[in-house]
């Protein structure tokens, strides 16, 4: 279907009257965001859901959208002025408290890895998880527990895993030839650099 196509659909099923092959064109190079009726038109008039749409959704406004609540609806959930809810989303800054931020989970149905990525707390997690596999992991998986919102024991074979897959980097760094510490060290780096999104494939969160 051309851009034309797909805005005669949209006005001729949908009464929006507005859009033009120019709106598709914006939303398909993501120049342009659609609001949530557009999007909710734009999946009809391709015979699909919203959810279709889009990737994985990534942002606090991508998860609302994709679950097809308006902004008015999830402030509500979280017992949040509508202002203030969509400051946020349009600042990408999370400035609910705790207790919000387990209602929002609730309301758009959350995964962990994404609520800690929308509330801004990836930082604190992978430096909870850099001391984890450096040190002890027995004595951060409290602190590992309480960020995320699990159960210790639902983390204790990922915890054990990382511990053991940084410590078999840290033994290879100290590998006899120059050339095997180097890539080691290498391994190291990379295995920090990215420790947040190894412990979600190791819970099996993507």
Excluded at 30 to 51: N, R
Excluded at 58 to 69: S, V
Excluded at 100 to 112: D, E, F, H, M, R
Aim: hydrophobic residues 45%; glycine residues 10%; charged residues 20%.
């Amino acid at each position: 279907m051309a851009p034309g196509h797909v805005a005669y659909g949209m006005r001729a099923s949908y009464g929006m009257t507005y859009v033009t092959p120019d709106h598709i064109t914006a939303w398909e190079r993501g120049i342009a965001v659609p609001s949530l009726h557009e999007l909710t038109a734009l999946a009809g008039a391709l015979w699909c859901a919203p959810g279709d749409l889009m990737g994985a959704p990534r942002t606090l406004r991508e998860h609302r959208l994709a679950r097809g609540m308006a902004p008015e609806d999830v402030a509500q959930a979280i017992g949040m002025p509508l202002g203030d809810y969509l400051r946020m989303e349009e600042s990408g800054r999370w400035t609910g408290t705790p207790f919000q931020a387990g209602q929002l989970g609730s309301a758009l149905q959350l995964p962990p890895s994404a609520m800690i990525a929308i509330t801004g707390l990836e930082e604190q997690l992978a430096s909870l998880l850099v001391e984890a596999v450096s040190t002890r992991w027995q004595a951060h998986i409290k602190a590992v527990a309480r960020l995320v919102s699990m159960e210790k024991r639902d983390l204790q074979d990922t915890l054990r895993t990382m511990h053991g897959e940084y410590q078999n980097l840290m033994a290879m760094a100290l590998g006899r030839t120059t050339a095997a510490a180097a890539s080691a060290e290498e391994g190291k780096k990379n295995y920090l650099d990215n420790i947040v999104q190894r412990f979600w494939e190791c819970l099996g969160h993507r």
